[in-house]
């Protein structure tokens, strides 16, 4: 007959039991204590590591906050050589992006870079600083996705264009900002010849932002594709 194994409050109420258990488990503590050493050693140091981290990219972003204070400043005044490259001690927007890309204000200046390369016409700088950008706000990451449509529109990249307005038309869908997202994916498919991809994202609009500004405008170019394909 095999031997019943005691579990559970059993062996709480037993003393005899009970010990018992505690030899094994120092039994396995000796047998096992270099392998078990290790593991503990490894927790300890991610959790500290973890720890570390975060405390690391807190202090990066007090700093990055920090250095671009001036810069954004010089952002909205327009003053975009300045924002960028900095004055004298202060730290411009490239710098703050490049050094403190991992914190949230550093990776805040990259959007920043973005647009100012865009106002200033260079496609290529301010598709590679959007490109690295990425944020859970509603409106800014899908503005960076339009921005970026923008910058392979003018390059005259159209597909590209359509990808990245796509996606700023399916981020977060809302009233305020897919409307014009997708007047602006509407335009690329027309400049990549594709009538059909026009009218349904001008379709969009009607259909689902009858109350938005761009609501007529998308009515009135929808019905001029919709007369030139004969549908």
């Known amino acids: ?11 709480i109420e037993s003393a005899e039991v009970l010990q018992q258990e505690l030899g094994k488990a120092e039994s396995f503590f000796n047998q096992n204590k270099n392998i078990l050493y290790i593991i503990a050693g490894v927790v300890i140091a ?18 990055a906050q920090v250095s671009m204070y001036d810069s954004v ?34 990776n805040l200046a990259k959007f920043y870079v973005g647009v100012a390369y865009m106002k200033q016409g260079k496609f290529d700088e301010a598709i590679e600083y959007l490109s690295d950008f990425s944020a859970d706000d509603i409106v ?21 264009a359509i990808s990245q307005y796509q996606k700023a038309v399916d981020y977060k869908s809302n009233k305020q900002m897919t409307p014009a997202y997708l007047m602006k994916l509407a ?5 990549a010849g594709d009538k059909q991809g026009a009218i349904e994202a001008y379709g969009e609009v009607v259909d689902n932002y009858s109350t ?7 009515t009135k170019y929808k019905a001029k594709l919709e007369g030139e394909a004969g549908n």
């Open 1 to 11: 007959m095999a031997k019943k194994e005691k579990s559970g409050i059993e062996i």
């Open 46 to 63: 991610a959790v500290a590591g973890v720890l570390g981290y975060k405390y690391f990219i807190k202090q990066q972003n007090q700093e």
């Open 73 to 106: 400043y010089y952002f909205e005044s327009d003053s975009l050589e300045l924002a960028l490259n900095g004055t004298g001690g202060n730290a411009g927007l490239l710098e703050v992006a490049d050094s403190y890309g991992s914190s949230p204000a550093g």
């Open 140 to 160: 800014i990451q899908g503005r960076a996705y339009a921005l970026l449509g923008d910058a392979y529109l003018e390059k005259g990249d159209a597909q590209s």
């Open 187 to 191: 335009t690329a498919y027309e400049v």
């Open 212 to 218: 938005s500004t761009e609501y007529l405008a998308a």
